[in-house]
């Protein structure tokens, strides 16, 4: 049982950080549309990709992983378990932010360039190269 659930844990990983690195992209072509059709097809991209994939990506993520962690207590003795599920909280803060910028293109409020999004964008290669590092070669 163990190996599906860890199995799916990295499968809703994977379609989790494939919404992180997507979301924030269309926000940089979002921000560069000046037409209306384009803006509103934006919106319902952004929409559907945040509620229909990112947010029961993100649920299946914390889930499966609290499962897992269940299942192998002793993990929360070693640092590096401690040290990922910090960057783990980091992430659930920008998929957060994510959503927030979703509502604020939504609203018409958007007071941030192109250039901004291609910076926001990233941020979760960073946390998922530690991630990868901390839990294949677990330092400490």
């Known amino acids: ?22 979301l924030p992209r269309l926000f940089v072509y979002h921000a560069s549309a000046s037409d209306t059709a384009s803006s509103e097809r934006f919106m319902i991209m952004e929409r559907k990709l945040y509620r ?19 299942l192998s207590p002793g993990w929360m003795q070693q640092g590096w378990m401690h040290a990922k599920l910090a960057l783990v909280v980091v992430l ?36 998922l190269v530690a991630i990868v590092i901390l839990v294949v070669v677990k330092p400490f």
């Open 52 to 70: 229909g994939i990112m947010m029961p990506s993100m649920v299946a993520v914390l889930v499966l992983g609290i499962w897992l962690l269940a």
């Open 92 to 127: 659930i803060g920008y998929h957060h932010v994510c959503g927030a910028f979703v509502k604020r293109f939504a609203k018409g409020t958007n007071t941030r360039s192109h250039v901004f999004y291609r910076w926001f964008n990233e941020a979760p290669v960073l946390v």
């Open 1 to 22: 049982m163990y190996l599906w659930i860890k199995a799916f844990h990295i499968i809703a990983i994977v379609t989790w950080f494939a919404g992180l690195f997507y």
